[in-house]
């Protein structure tokens, strides 16, 4: 049973190999029939091999598939074989059900593309990427997804490489998370020198006799990993890269950006739940620096004109939720908002593709309006994933945030739930500028791109119209309040149940059933307000926004502009970096001092032998000098010295 | 073991350079043709080495031995364990792929140039089964030769300051070395009463203190020249940046792998008390290499001095992953000097294609060639990657495994180190971001051939063992890890048995002198 787990992994990858070296002799038809083809099937076999997890026990929900024996030297061993548990689970079905449809979906937006081979051959090799890093059994072999997909994501922001700023956008890309696999690195290193090994259930149920509660290595051990979820996940500080990875194709952002690749931080600290719960510090860390990032992002999204944009920034925080409820042993809570959120968002980044496709490539809000017409199912499933996103009843969104809301508070961290509770009102603001800007009021579009217009083909609203079905009802796996209806917590549960630890208090919390209500009724109440506000600033009274921006129009620069945090990453550690290295270390060290007793040496040499030279002067005379003062030497030796 | 596979392996190439003095200069094709197929034939000769070499035993194979001068000890005397055979079939492989590469960029003195080449490939295979210190050092110094001469006649405009530089920094280098095996010898013979240059002899001698330094650092500097280890280092750039391509490959791909062969085969098993005492500066040294190579790589240029500059960074992991003294760190050092063999090789054989088509290597010159030479830009992705040590190439087994066995034996060492596949990334991908992609803006670029059938034909095996290594390196690990063990066992005789680590083999317990039975 299971054993064809690693088909599923590798189906993929053979897609990805077949466009890549044939796809440029290949049909559009047989591009798709390898990629879609094999991608399709790998999501049929996840499906097979989820059902037969479900069926399960829910104490045997684990099957490993030992493929070979990749790496081993000395007593380490690492293998190639692949776990899968609610967990992976979980992740298995989101990779493989929402990668296929963006498959779909970049057939139709990727049609007029030069090289459409290309792109289906690396949005492959991503999802091959992506099912190692879910699938894997031990933890290099998620590092080989983990750097795989920050690879494919390189290539993929980086799809259009005659253009400058997709090319520099996708290096950033690759080397923020390099930044971050620095951390991972190590985290695992520091594992194996505690545990002997990188086999996760070897890790896990040992973790009590080699680590202590709250212990040193504990800590670093999951701040360590935790820096390489900052750095795939974009949170503070290395969330930079993510929006400028809105460079790639729409489809991308979608799949790597929103739905699959970003979440990779939140399933490494899912996974390592075990070790996390043992480190209330890291904890801590993972807490704040969630919350943080949420409403951080949150205030850079309001001001955003580039519809991509807003949507990227949106990501970053409702990644911060994700982790914050990781911080407070939410686990499911943050599987369960991942899922939400990779229905919702892929489905608003698929639409805002469809708007960009129609508006012959323009992403400027300000340039559009009133598309709602024009493109009613774009306008429907972008609404209704907006509402999802915005946290109202009963919309996938809604049962996802609240219940990483609700455990925060539960936990007693009440400041980190009114962060989430106001950044949820802020997003909801921003989220309806958007839909207001893009779809409402007057058309601000221009003549030309105007001609163009128009909805786009069944085969890019089909996707569109499941994800916002999924984003409409997919809450309905994780209801609160009516005990036993949460299925999402009662198949992910036990996972993150391991006996006897200091358990993440926000799962052991009681059941506060008014709490809860009346938390779900001020949120609700945030979001309808933030939709209000956006309503009258946007569509009712457009002219007292004007008027805003121009009083606050210091305070909207900084903003706008991101708070100008890459340029102070550049003024502070990439120019003095650069400099350095090239005046200091390349100029100074290696050309004028090391080159400089180099040369000397040699010139000593010239010098020296200039000087003997004079010795062969040929001059009878001068050797009679020579053997004279030699003689001289010798016997003035032997008398005095040689005692 | 009848047939004496070390010394056909060795004097093939010598052969075919015999046969290339009777044909005629002008005939360049055939003279090619020749050196290729010597190559080729070598080649497939080396690679029955890897299939007939025992694992589990660190004993030496396919051993050769014969009295060449008697009177004081020199013997003919070749032999390989699990370091030295790797090392040979990349110098066999490395060099059959240089033969093919050079029809079109040497065509000038044609012949004399091949034929350096293949003595060249002698020297080196020699280098690496010598067991004898005298014919090591013979073979040492043959192999610089037509390395000076290569630089010298066919290098670039600054050529003889190269050659000079080049020739300074390992004559200093020799010179050490050749008083300290003297000096080995002469103790030898003073405390066995036998006269004899046989390497292995010497790997239990016991030393003094301060003796044991100085003929460690001798050896040391001799070798970490050759690496080059920094601050010995700026003869590479020049006498990469001046030398034709094909000896930018052999010297990067096989030179540079001389010094850490030496300290694996000499500087430790020798002096191990030395080695371990001076562990922490030459550690030191290493890390300031990694992170200032990646450094200065970044600022270059030149896309040719920026890949010598990584070298630097490359070998310096190498040296870092020898010193620690541990298991993995010792097998990260060897798959990663194969690596560095197969990636560098691979960078340097691009960029000599870059050269070719256009004869300039400025980085500024180039720009958005993914375009015109769509094929070349997938190759040069792949060996990009292998470089920076992506999971699934070449390079992140190799990397990681020194990285691991840095950190089990120094935390902070493996801190500092790891900042470099930080580095890694920027310097590599800053650098193909500016040749590859962006709009062409360069005239001259736009019209650029793809590679021909003859470069892919050269690159591919490459790629293929970019690949291979890195999705299947364990037969490999698996041949080096005896004689790995056997070598730090050698080290941990010296009293410190906490070096050993990582390994089944070798009992951590430390022997109970005295104990019952």
Redesign the interface.
Known sequence: MGDFLWVIVLLPLIGAIATGLFGQKMSKAGVNFWALGSTGLSFLLAVIAFIELVLRPASERVIVNTVY????????NVNAGFLLDPLSGIWLLIVTGVGFLIHIYSTGYMSHDHSYWRFFCYLNLFMFSMLMLVMGDNY?LM??GW??VG?CS?LLI?YD????AA??AG?KA??MN??G??GF??GM??I??TFGTLDYQTVFNNAHDKLAVGGAVATAITLLLFVGAVGKSAQIPLYTWLPDAMEGPTPVSALIHAATMVTAGVYMVCRSSVLFDMAPTSMAVVAVIGAATAIFAATIGLFQKDIKKVLAYSTVSQLGYMFMACGVGAYVAAAFHVMTHAFFKACLFLGSGSVIHAMSGEQNMEKMGGLKKHMPKTYWTFLISTLAIAGIFPFAGFFSKDEILYKTYASGNIVLWGIGAVAAGITAFYMFRAVFMTFHGTSRVEPEAMKHLHESPNVMTTPLIILAGLAAVGGFLGVPIIEGWNILHNFLGPVFEHGGTAHGPAEHGEHHLTTELMLMGVSIGIAVVGIAKAYIAYIKHPEITEKLYKMFKPIHTVIYNKYYVDELYDILIVKP??A???WV??KL???II??GI?NG??DFFVTLSSMVKKFQSGLLRDYALTMMLGALLFVSFYLWGGK | MSIPWLSIVTFVPLVGAAVILMVDRDNKSLINGITFATGVIDFILSVPLFFMFREGTADMQFVERFDWVKSIGIEYHMGIDGISLFMVLLTTFICMICYLSTWTAITENVKEFNILMLVLQTAMIGVFCSLDFILFFVFWELMLIPMYILIGVWGGKRKIYATVKFFLYTMAGSVLMLLAIIVLYIENHAQTGIYTFDILKYHGMSLTHVAQFWMFLAFFVAFAIKVPVWPFHTWLPDAHVEAPTAGSVILAGILLKMGTYGFLRFAIPIFPEAAQSAAWWICGIAIIGIIYGALVAMVQEDVKKLVAYSSVSHLGFVVLGTFVFTLRGIEGAIMQMINHGISTGALFLLVGILYERRGTREISEFGGLTKVMPRFAVVFMIVTLSSIALPMTNGFVGEFLILLGVFEANVWYAVLASTGIILGAVYMLWMFQRVMFGEITNEKNKNLPDLTKREMTYLAPLVFFIFLLGVYPNPVIKKMEASVEHLLIKIDKSGQNAYVRGSKVVNPVPETKGGGD
């Open positions: 024996s990749w790496i081993a030297a000395g007593d380490l290099l590092f080989i750097e795989g690879l390189y980086g490489y005659h253009r400058d090319a520099t290096k690759f080397v390099r930044i696999d620095f690195m190590l290193f520091l194996f020198v970096t650069v350095t290295s090239r270390l390349h060290v290696d050309e090391i080159d180099v040496v040699g």
